[in-house]
């Protein structure tokens, strides 16, 4: 798959700048944006303009392609990288911080993913999930765009929870809920609230059991966490490097 990842990376074409502009030969506000407009239509008019729009579409079927079969946080960054964190891709992959923060920095789990002794009963059990801290009743959000597939009620272990499907082999699961306030087969959007933070089902106080499943394999849901975080540096960075030249 790196080898695939690596031949779309390089295939990618920057566009062309203005050339007065690119030389530094100063002209009015009027004249830049006839300009720009001028040499934007003799741009997208070129072979090479099609030529590269051609590219990109392949090289999007081909990420799509490559995601579906992902099965590592690493493999799915380097897809969002490749097609320079599309933004329809991005709202189709678990993604955000699952409940509200008032910034990223602060945000902490108080149980990670593998191996542990369970709180309660003194198990040494497989955790599949976090366990994110919060007030009684934060706002918990879906973290990509998705149609609800289930919502349960007094499970013995999770509480109340939700089990979202989504697009490439995607599921999230949010466990311990005080309530819900979704049902199934409703539509929902990344970063809308789908319940609220409790300590239903066997829990030992008020946080957020989140779940990520890849094509029936469970991951760490910690990296995923911070990938819209991620797009927002990349686009940064990549704005500062524009302005630069």
Not at 14 to 22: E, F, N, Q, V
Not at 81 to 100: F, G, K, Y
Not at 155 to 181: E, M
């Amino acid at each position: 798959m790196q080898q695939y990842l690596k031949y779309f990376a390089l295939i990618f074409l920057l566009p062309a700048k203005s050339p007065l502009l690119a030389q530094g030969i100063p002209v009015g506000k009027d004249s830049v944006l006839e300009l720009e407009i001028s040499e934007r239509e003799k741009w997208q008019a070129s072979p090479l303009w099609l030529e590269k729009q051609v590219i990109q579409e392949e090289i999007k079927k081909f990420a799509y392609n490559l995601l579906r079969y992902a099965v590592t946080y690493r493999d799915i960054f380097n897809v969002l990288r490749i097609t320079h964190w599309d933004a329809a891709l991005i709202q189709n992959i678990p993604s955000l911080v699952p409940i509200q923060q008032a910034q990223i920095k602060n945000f902490k789990i108080t149980s990670g993913f593998g191996y542990r002794e369970h709180p309660i009963n003194g198990e040494y059990r497989f955790h599949g999930g976090i366990d994110i801290p919060a007030p009684h009743g934060t706002p918990v959000y879906a973290v990509a765009n998705v149609i609800v597939n289930r919502v349960v009620k007094f499970h013995y272990s999770l509480g109340n929870f939700i089990q979202l499907n989504h697009l490439n082999g995607f599921i999230t699961i949010y466990g311990h809920l005080l309530r819900f306030i979704v049902f199934p087969r409703q539509v929902v959007k990344q970063g809308q609230v789908i319940g609220y933070v409790g300590q239903s089902g066997l829990s030992t106080g008020n946080h957020l059991h989140y779940i990520l499943i890849k094509n029936g394999l469970p991951l760490d849901p910690y990296p995923f966490c911070f990938l819209m975080y991620d797009k927002f540096k990349a686009e940064k960075k990549r704005s500062y490097s524009g302005s630069s030249k």
